[in-house]
C-alpha cells in the first residue's frame, strides 16, 4: 500500500521549534519533487515549500521564507521541514505531497499525506 506519513507536529510556544517528517511506504521518494502545504481552519491549503527530486531546487513561500528549511534524506525516504521562530499564523495542519515538478502550487501535487497538526500558542 502506497502511503505518506507525516509526523512531528504538535503544540509549541511561539518563536520555538518544530521538525516535520514526511515517510513514504510503499514506493521510493527519490523520483518525486515533495511540497509541503498548509491550511489553517477556514482557508484555502496554501504551498509552505518544495523541493526538486535531487534536492538540489527548493523554494519557499514569502511568509515562511527565512524562517522554514526543507530538506530530504532520499536513503531515509523522508523529506523534512524545519520550522524556526514559528508564529500563531503558522498554525495549522500540515501535508506532505508529491509533485510532478516542485511547485508551491497544489495542481503540481499527485499524492497526499494525511496531515499533521501544528499548533502554535502561548
Known amino acids: 500500500q502506497l502511503q505518506l506519513v507525516e509526523s512531528g507536529g504538535g503544540l509549541v510556544q511561539p518563536g520555538g521549534s518544530l521538525r516535520l517528517s514526511c515517510a513514504a511506504s510503499?514506493?521510493?521518494?527519490?523520483?518525486?519533487?515533495i511540497g509541503w502545504f498548509r491550511q489553517a481552519p477556514g482557508k484555502e491549503r496554501e504551498g509552505v515549500s518544495c523541493?526538486?527530486?535531487?534536492?538540489?531546487?527548493?523554494n519557499y513561500a514569502d511568509s515562511v521564507k527565512g524562517r522554514f528549511t526543507i530538506s530530504r534524506d532520499n536513503a531515509k525516504n523522508t523529506v523534512y521541514l524545519q520550522m524556526d521562530s514559528l508564529k500563531p499564523e503558522d498554525t495549522a495542519i500540515y501535508y506532505c505531497?508529491?509533485?510532478?515538478?516542485?511547485?508551491?502550487?497544489?495542481?503540481?501535487?499527485?499524492?497526499w499525506g494525511q496531515g499533521t497538526q501544528v499548533t502554535v500558542s502561548s
Open positions: 510503499g514506493f521510493t521518494l527519490d523520483y518525486f519533487a
Open positions: 523541493i526538486s527530486s535531487s534536492g538540489g531546487s527548493t
Open positions: 505531497a508529491t509533485q510532478r515538478a516542485p511547485s508551491l502550487d497544489r495542481r503540481y501535487v499527485n499524492y
